[in-house]
């Protein structure tokens, strides 16, 4: 795999990324081991890869009554399976994984949520999240209110379709350009970290 073009856009390297990038992927390349391949593949062009990282976390890196971070990395994985993006459930797989504490829960996501052993709020999450990401226009409000019903705030009901829709364009985004995971995330979450 790691032979493989991380994209088949332009890939600048470190040096010639705006600074406020260069920062932000010097962190998370220190936190993590590695950067992950969409942030190379997002970097040429800088405002949008910011613009999404932003948004990205602002989704993501909260915990709320209703979703954990957890619970949020489930919905991406569960979307990002409906929509066949390898790239995105391999690495929010690791992640959920990660965060869940769980080394079996993600895949179960992935092939199959309707069986995976979630709890019955997290069903309805994902019922309704898998839907948006692939037959929008099915989502009533009724859908809506049977999330509220399992105890997530406005916020929470936000929340879902807001995730779902950054991960509709990062699910289009990496197979426009053909990002490959990184094989670090196949091992995060499964084995000790070293």
Same mark, same amino acid.
């Given at each position: 795999?790691?032979?493989?073009?991380?994209?088949?856009?332009?890939?600048?390297?470190?040096?010639?990324?705006?600074?406020?990038?260069?920062? /932000?992927? #010097?962190?998370?390349?220190? @936190?993590?081991?590695?950067?992950?391949? &969409?942030?190379?593949? *997002? =970097?040429?062009? %800088? +405002?949008?890869?910011?613009?999404?990282?932003?948004?990205?976390?602002?989704?993501?890196?909260?915990?709320?009554?209703?979703?954990?971070?957890?619970?949020?990395?489930?919905?991406?994985?569960?979307?990002?399976?409906?929509?066949?993006?390898?790239?995105?459930?391999?690495?929010?797989?690791?992640?959920?994984?990660?965060?869940?504490?769980?080394?079996?829960?993600?895949?179960?996501?992935?092939?199959?949520? /309707?069986? #995976?052993?979630?709890?019955? @709020?997290?069903?309805?999450?994902?019922? &309704?999240?898998?839907? *948006? =990401?692939?037959? %929008? +226009?099915?989502?009533?409000?009724?859908?809506?209110?049977?999330?509220?019903?399992?105890?997530?705030?406005?916020?929470?009901?936000?929340?879902?379709?807001?995730?779902?829709?950054?991960?509709?364009?990062?699910?289009?985004?990496?197979?426009?350009?053909?990002?490959?995971?990184?094989?670090?995330?196949?091992?995060?979450?499964?084995?000790?970290?070293?």
């Amino acid at each position: 795999m790691s032979d493989r073009p991380i994209s088949r856009f332009p890939v600048p390297s470190p040096e010639e990324l705006a600074p406020e990038l260069r920062e /932000r992927y #010097a962190e998370v390349q220190e @936190r993590s081991g590695f950067l992950p391949n &969409v942030f190379g593949a *997002l =970097a040429w062009r %800088p +405002a949008e890869a910011a613009a999404f990282f932003a948004l990205h976390d602002a989704l993501m890196d909260k915990e709320t009554p209703g979703l954990s971070k957890a619970d949020r990395e489930l919905v991406v994985v569960a979307t990002s399976a409906a929509n066949d993006c390898l790239y995105c459930v391999v690495a929010h797989g690791a992640i959920a994984r990660i965060r869940a504490r769980d080394p079996y829960l993600a895949d179960q996501v992935a092939v199959d949520w /309707r069986k #995976a052993p979630l709890s019955a @709020r997290m069903h309805a999450v994902l019922e &309704v999240a898998v839907r *948006l =990401a692939v037959d %929008p +226009a099915t989502v009533t409000t009724a859908d809506l209110d049977r999330l509220r019903g399992h105890g997530l705030t406005e916020d929470d009901v936000w929340d879902v379709g807001a995730i779902v829709s950054l991960f509709a364009l990062s699910n289009r985004l990496a197979h426009w350009a053909a990002i490959p995971p990184n094989e670090e995330f196949f091992l995060m979450g499964r084995v000790p970290r070293q």
